[in-house]
């Protein structure tokens, strides 16, 4: 397995394209922030914190996950390499500090999450494009047509799928805009991502495992899924019943 310090200090390339995705994300979110009833300046306030957090969470998960190799080479704490991120850890961070935020301003919360769906799916693709350009997130090896040459071995372009499926569900979010119900947006984000990670991350090299053996982000991705599918089920019921 690839060493997880390797590229250290990846070229700032990598950050340039989440930075880039994170703007182009709050542009299209912006447009249609109104539709959610929702203020822009809110809007840009909770993609401030959140996507702060978002960021320092995921770090310090993927450090409290990965504490031994930090302990041995503490320059990793402050690495700009975006391979040394744990999205799980960032996404329930930046959830936490969100409903602060939510709470704090008598916000609703569904309205908002579906006013952040544009932001965070844009994003998604920026993480893919940043695993594809420090080359992490890498794929197990293959002899198919398709292989890429990575880390001295024929791949799977792990990270051209995961841009492949987040642009799609990106697509597919956008085009459905506006949903009667309020959470019904954002829930399908989720159920789309957490899907196409528990395809994909069967094609992907360093994975973690716990237990006997079993992928610890494939757990994540099935729990998320069955979450996701109850409260689309207790959203729809509940509107129906006024």
């Not at 789309?192 to 079993?214: D, E, K, V």
């Amino acid at each position: 397995m690839l060493d997880i310090f390797q590229n250290l200090f990846a070229p700032p390339r990598q950050m340039l394209l989440l930075i880039g995705a994170a703007w182009i994300g709050l542009s299209l979110a912006e447009r249609r922030v109104n539709t959610h009833g929702i203020k822009k300046e809110d809007l840009n306030n909770l993609i401030f914190y959140g996507f702060l957090t978002y960021i320092l969470g995921g770090r310090v998960s993927f450090i409290l996950q990965n504490i031994q190799s930090f302990i041995k080479s503490p320059a990793g704490i402050v690495s700009i390499n975006p391979g040394l991120f744990d999205p799980f850890g960032a996404f329930a961070t930046a959830l936490i500090v969100i409903l602060v935020y939510l709470q704090r301003k008598q916000l609703s919360f569904w309205p908002c999450l579906d006013a952040l769906t544009p932001f965070i799916a844009v994003l998604t693709i920026g993480l893919g494009l940043s695993h594809l350009a420090a080359g992490t997130a890498f794929g197990i090896q293959t002899d198919l047509p398709w292989a890429i040459d990575l880390w001295n071995a024929k791949r799977h372009p792990a990270q051209e799928y995961e841009i492949i499926a987040s642009t799609l569900t990106f697509g597919l979010i956008w085009v459905q805009g506006r949903r009667s119900i309020p959470g019904i947006l954002f829930l399908t984000y989720a159920v789309l991502t957490a899907g196409w990670q528990l395809f994909l991350l069967a094609f992907r090299a360093n994975n973690r495992y716990i237990l006997n053996g079993l992928n610890q982000s494939q757990i994540i991705a099935w729990i998320s899924l069955a979450v996701c599918f109850m409260v689309i089920e207790y959203r729809i019921r509940k509107t129906k019943n006024g």
